[in-house]
Structure formats: C-alpha cells, structure tokens
C-alpha cells in the first residue's frame, strides 16, 4: 500500500504588528533608522488581517509540518519577540513547526539572547546539540535542516552568513540524512543566489553554502527575505535541487507578490522520492486559496 505524502506548508517574512512602543533607549542605532521606515510606511505594506486569512487557510489544509523561514519581528525588539511567540503558537505545536531567523530577528547584537530564548521550541533538533543551529528534525522519511543565515549588520545592510562552523555541521548533517534514505529540506531566511546581487542583502557565503549542496545534496531549499515567489534550481551530486522562494506572508495586494504560502507533497524515501508543490494566497477577489502549481 502506497504511503500518504508528507504534506509541508512554507510561510515566511511575516513581520508581526502592531510595533510595541518602543522605549527611548531601545531606539540607538540601526533601529532608530528601521523605526521611522516603519512609521513612514512599512506598516502599511504587512497586513495582519490578511495574515490570519493565510494562517487559517494554512490551518484548513492540515500540513504534517509547518517551515516559517524568518523576519517574524521588524526590529528584534524583546516585546515583539512575546508577540511574535503567541503567533507563532498558532500554526501549531512546536514540534510540528520549525523556525529559522531572519536578518530583522536579529537586527541588532542586543537582539540575540532574546531571539534564542523566545523561539527555543520551534528550533530545538531531535537531539541535543552544542550549537543552536543547524538544527535537525526528522518526521518520517523527511529530514528538516534549520540554518540561520541572521546575523545583525550596520545602518542599511541586510545581508546573510551562515559561517563555516555552521556550514561544516550542515555538511555533516546532510551525509548522515543520505545515508539514512531521508528526503533532506534545507531551511534558511536570505536566498542562497550565485549570480551578482547586492551585497547590502545577499548571502555573503552563497557559494561556501553552494558547495556543501554540490557535494552533499538535498532534496528542497525554501527560503524567504525576497518577499516575492521564486524557483532556483542548484546542481547536486544528483542532479538539480529546487530552491524555492516564498513571498511574505502578512504582504497587501493580489499581485504575484501579493500574501500567500506554499504546500508541498513529498512522497517516497531519498532515491525514490517524488516532490509537488502549489502556491496558495490571496486572489483577486480577496479570499486566499490555490494560486497554482509550482513549476521545479
């Protein structure tokens, strides 16, 4: 008898709202600049009725697993992270929902005690490990691999690293999941992109992480900071890997870039494997439901 296909809902960049006030100490720095972007503007670009309109779609659909691939916060401020917990309680248990930081989680050096304590259970692995992330949880014949790519840049910048500790522990981490038959999904928040891109947003060590993938495969890369619908495709030891790119979920409009999130099927052990994914958002009528399939 055939097995029932792991179904995984990705949802990214939902940049949770209202922004608690902030005290006056808490606006030095970088996030006095993000704070006015806000003010100015931003605020109006995530919805959060729109949100709950995705979420409960997502609900609806009953996914066996949920990937949330980052800017959760706006500017990592400790209020927002109690926030951003209590939503992120909604789309599930914690060990049915995996999550990965973006570069606004981290916004700031000051940010990262309470970014690490606030999303424990979403990016705790299956076994202990001495670092926080990669993380590895294993649902079935899926691996899911949480990386974090966010760490906290100068004025302006809003680039990615994923570091050589963290990428040799991946490295790793993909072999074992290989040699166990696993269908390996990457997670992590910048788009891995080769070709030019701005340094002030792109994965500064795309191609370090390029490689490891080269070397080691994997089945599926999801990935946000875009907000806007992307399939890439990497060379793995056999053949190519999509990675795919969601748009923000929380974002107006009906435009292709418009709220929306994607649902997979995998099906079958690593070899014997079969991956389908759709689109599902906002349409033009306002109501979320299936956008259409997503071409690999």
Known sequence: MARVPFRLAHLTDP????????????????RATGYLNWRRGRHLVHDMATLDHIVADLRAQAPDHVAMTGDIANLGLPAEFQLARKWLETLGDPRSVSFVPGNHDAYVRGSLPDLAASFAPWTSGDAPEEALYPFLRVRGDVAVIGLSSAVPTPLFIASGRLGRPQLARAEAMLADCARAGLVRVVLLHHPPQLEPASLARGLIDARDFAEVIRRQGAELILHGHNHCASV???VGPAGRIPVVGAPSASARGSSRNGAAYHLFEISGRLGDHRISGVSRGVRAAGAVGALGPLSF
């Not at 940049?15 to 970088?30: A, E, V, W």
């Open 15 to 30: 940049h949770i709202g209202p922004l608690p006030r902030p005290r006056r100490r808490d606006l030095l720095g970088k």
């Open 232 to 234: 890439r495709h990497f």
